[in-house]
């Protein structure tokens, strides 16, 4: 049997038409959720499609960070993009049939352009939501050299 390692604790309320309120017994501040517009919800309140992209981009981003941090890659900025397609197959069941992640790593030497792609596509592997969701995420990197100007300080 496998061991628990951690829980994740989240609730949601409804409060009118489509819309509800998300929370968790964590203490994490409440957010207001709906079904999207192409669903009957209102514009301009994020949505599970939306929670469901973030989680992989956002899986992938702490993921990074993390090995990065363990493989002394010195970066000057971390950002990643995703996009979600949502498909209604033969079954007539709609699912997100794919999640294309856009990271964009910005490196502070070239010699750590490689280093920086290999860790990219091993931060994707390890990713805790990747391993658990059976949709097909893609990813399209980007790694870019910072640009320092004399008068700066940065390291």
């Known amino acids: 049997m496998a061991e628990i390692h951690s829980r994740y604790p989240v609730a949601v309320r409804w409060t009118r038409g489509r819309e509800g309120v998300a929370a968790s017994a964590d203490g994490l501040p409440d957010l207001a959720v709906a079904s999207p517009p192409t669903f009957g919800g209102p514009a301009g309140v994020w949505t599970p499609e939306h929670l469901f992209v973030l989680a992989a981009s956002t899986c992938w981003m702490t993921t990074f960070l993390s090995i990065a941090e363990l493989s002394k890659l010195e970066f000057?900025?971390?950002?990643?993009?995703?996009?979600?397609?949502?498909?209604?197959?033969?079954?007539?069941?709609?699912?997100?049939?794919?999640?294309?992640?856009?990271?964009?790593v910005t490196i502070r030497r070239e010699a750590d352009?490689?280093?920086?792609?290999?860790?990219?596509?091993?931060?994707e592997n390890a990713c805790l939501?990747?391993?658990s969701v059976h949709t097909e995420i893609v990813l399209e990197p980007t790694v870019r050299l910072a640009e320092i100007s004399s008068d700066s300080g940065a390291a």
């Not at 000057?76 to 033969?90: C, L, S």
């Not at 352009?113 to 931060?123: C, H, Q, S, V, W």
């Open 76 to 104: 000057a900025a971390v950002e990643a993009d995703g996009e979600g397609v949502v498909e209604r197959g033969d079954d007539r069941r709609y699912r997100i049939a794919r999640i294309t992640l856009r990271p964009r």
């Open 129 to 131: 939501i990747r391993n």
């Open 113 to 123: 352009r490689e280093r920086a792609l290999r860790l990219i596509d091993k931060a």
